[in-house]
């Protein structure tokens, strides 16, 4: 494998893990203000913005590895739909509180793992990385798996929405484990993480919570997929409408 | 349980800054319970790398004297214990208390 083909593998590798975090830290910042409660919204808000200043970092070394000169900004605020390479769970419209915490619930556990094992990445800026992540993982999932079991085995409407909630997200979590070449050769090389071992664990984690919080497991009829390639639903025109507007508007703005 | 308007009970932070020093009281926040009580302490409180320990306790389980009882409660003190406080010594100026 040549030099060239690796640094550009490790970008686009480097870009999603980037572009995951800034397009959930997007979607959960609109409870900033609306949240069911005052410390709960705060208790949301903080998270949205562990999320984005973990996409800093990543978008940050994305700009590096590609050596195009392009900095964190250019990255989030002047790439269009197709250039986005993450999972389409994170893109899905806000939608009430049940389904923002059953997405923020299955994706807590992703990184948690995810990130648990990068750490132990050859590459030492990712493994940097991850382990200041890793203990802001470990909040946001205390945080989301309570209130899988508050709402599950809480009253008959929590219930009934958290229900739904899961049902309507399960199809999307099949793409957090559907690697293609990029994710085996950055695993090959030790740069990546082994997303099997990683389903494993969530696996074993997402079905003790929802066992516990009174919630059957739904069987997957049809999954999504094709974040990583650049593929996404409708809605991450309007989240990136609403995001990069300022930036389009008057590029290079600062304050 | 919420009250009559939705609002969750009401705890009380205490937040040790240090090993070694006492906990303070940090303020108020609403939660379900003490383990969420202690989850949303967290945001607004120890700011930063502050704190070590975090105590929340309910509200309602304080007992607090009564602003009508001060007289008994407090007024005897001031005359049997003058000495309690080091208040006869003159404080030199440039000494920083």
Not at chain 2, 47 to 73: H, M, P, T, Y
Request: aromatic content about 10%; proline content about 3%; charged content about 25%.
């Amino acid at each position: 494998m040549s030099g060239e083909t690796t640094r550009q593998e490790l970008f686009q590798y480097v870009i999603r893990l980037g572009d995951n975090a800034l397009i959930n830290g997007q979607r959960l910042a609109e409870w900033c203000g609306r949240g069911p409660f005052v410390e709960e919204d705060i208790a949301m808000t903080n998270i949205a913005l562990d999320l984005v200043g973990r996409a800093r970092m990543l978008l940050t070394y994305a700009g590096e590895v590609e050596g195009a000169g392009r900095t964190e900004d250019d990255l989030a605020y002047f790439r269009n739909e197709r250039e986005f390479r993450n999972f389409q769970i994170m893109e899905l419209p806000v939608g009430d509180f049940a389904f923002t915490t059953a997405r923020q619930f299955f994706v807590d556990a992703y990184d948690y793992f995810y990130y648990r094992a990068l750490q132990h990445s050859v590459d030492s800026t990712l493994a940097g990385i991850a382990a200041k992540t890793l203990k802001e993982c470990e909040y946001h999932l205390r945080h989301s798996a309570e209130w899988m079991l508050r709402l599950g085995d809480g009253t008959e409407q929590s219930h009934a929405k958290i229900s739904t909630a899961v049902a309507e997200l399960m199809p999307f979590t099949y793409e957090l484990f559907d690697a293609d070449g990029i994710d085996r050769a950055m695993q090959a090389n030790q740069i990546g993480v082994d997303l099997n071992t990683v389903e494993a664990l969530w696996n074993e984690k997402v079905n003790n919570v929802l066992d516990e919080a009174t919630l059957e497991r739904p069987e997957l009829k049809y999954t999504r997929s094709g974040g990583r390639q650049g593929l996404h639903s409708e809605h991450i025109g309007y989240l990136l409408a609403e995001m990069q507007s300022l930036q389009r508007a008057m590029p290079g703005q600062d304050w | 349980m919420p009250d009559k308007i939705g609002r969750l009970p009401l705890w009380e932070v205490f937040i040790r800054g240090k090993r070694g020093l006492d906990h303070k009281h940090a303020g108020s926040i609403h939660a379900a319970d003490g383990e969420q009580a202690l989850q949303y302490a967290r945001d607004p409180y120890p700011r930063r790398n502050e704190g070590c320990s975090i105590w929340v306790v309910k509200s309602a389980d304080i007992i607090a004297s009564q602003f009508e009882d001060n007289d008994s409660l407090f007024d005897p003190a001031i005359d049997k214990m003058i000495y309690r406080h080091p208040t006869f010594y003159d404080v030199p100026e440039d000494l920083k208390l």
